[in-house]
């Protein structure tokens, strides 16, 4: 059996129903929810408000756009499950990394996925769709 | 406590344990999904099944074969959770949402995401990505 | 009403809460999953550990990784939801669905979705973001 005090490679946190494996300053390789009561949360793709802002300014407001949104479904950036994130310049990735290294809470990392992709506008240089779970 | 009958930035279906917050024509910015007793559903990225077809006449040959497949497993498209929109030329991105703001039921779009990407095959012009729910 | 032994277009497992829909060798037009005791399991985006390896490697890598991970959470890979393919040269879309078809369990492929992107690194030639299911 696995011990729940172990970190890493598994962390099972005791007050919710979401176990991650593998969990590093990034991501966690695998993210294990059991549904029993809890709410499963889907946001739409985040992007900065004022897309004319600098890379680490998108960032910033989409990190901000995330946690407001999970809080006010009464979840928040501990409960994420899976992020998707687009940049369409991959030379952006090393700032993203270290943004957002900063902002996720060291032992509930999502699971995560980055790729690039072109935005809905020229301008956005970052956006981030969250799965994430709530209380019921 | 919310108020089930604000709308926006607020809907709860009574009829479904789905709600959405800041309900826009396009998409909600998150949609609440309480798993008590309801199916998950994932689908296939849906493409055209006329890949020489016009943008136009693929989305809409797409958002068929999504209404399609989800009736057959009892759901509709109130109950999309999630659509991740894949668009090979973002100059497509109006006449995409054109057609999707008139397909979605107004209070029920859901959590989405619209990014650039190549597709499996040089004609498509547009994928969706679907996870919705179904009743038990 | 549906017969749980039609195979395809629909396959029912009587071991595990999953039903699939117009089942195809490469993926399930629609995979629909009743939560009841089961656990929801997002990985990470699997890349290669061998950036410099050909894509057939590449894909076996990743694939194993999947499989590697899915174990650890008494999960495999005929209890995936939802697989999303990412292929910066869609040139690989062939390579990548022959040993995908090879990979996957028949009457059990999930709901795929594969797109062009370019990845994290300039040499990963294919990244998989999976949704599966685990046994509580």
Redesign the interface.
């Known amino acids: 059996m696995r011990d729940p005090g172990e970190f890493p490679p598994s962390s099972k946190d005791t007050k919710m129903p979401i ?1 991650r ?2 969990v590093g300053k990034r ?19 985040q992007v900065a408000d004022d897309p004319k802002a600098d890379m680490k300014s998108q960032t910033a407001q989409v990190l901000a756009a995330i946690d407001r ?2 809080g ?2 009464g979840s928040d950036k501990t409960r994420i ?2 992020a ?1 994130l ?1 940049l369409p310049d ?1 030379r952006d ?1 090393a700032t993203l990394n270290a943004l957002w290294e900063a902002w996720v809470v060291p032992g509930h990392t ?11 506008g020229p301008d956005y240089k970052v ?1 981030i ?1 969250i ?1 994430a779970t ?1 209380p ?1």
């Open positions: 176990e494996r593998h991501l966690s390789e695998a993210v294990v929810f059991t549904p029993g009561g809890e709410r499963l949360v889907y946001l739409a793709g949104l999970l006010e479904v499950l899976s998707t687009y991959m990735f999502p699971a995560r996925a980055t790729v690039q992709a072109a935005l809905a956006e769709q799965v709530a019921a």
